[in-house]
């Protein structure tokens, strides 16, 4: 099982064009199209939240489905850069 640390990139991706336009068609927020993306991935996806109400948004993910061509547009970001530190560098 993969687990997605600061899966929203630590909010680089958040103002993607791709991301914005699969929000609004979702009529979600932008970190909720993301999370939605890693859990359909099969992901765990461990953002970080300091107020309630980021922690609520966070935990809604659940009453849509990304289509596959949202999965591919969002895939498509990869660019291999890592926000953190390397897992295997961590204690």
Known sequence: MTEAW????????LADPVIGACAAEH???????????????GHVAIPKASSEARIRENM????????ERDMAAIAGLERGHR?????DNVN
């Open 27 to 41: 009529r979600r927020t932008p970190a909720q199209v993301i999370l939605r993306w890693h859990m359909q991935l």
């Open 6 to 13: 600061s899966p929203l990139g630590r909010g680089q991706v």
């Open 83 to 87: 926000t953190g530190s390397h897992p």
């Open 60 to 67: 809604d993910v659940f009453g849509f489905d990304l289509s």
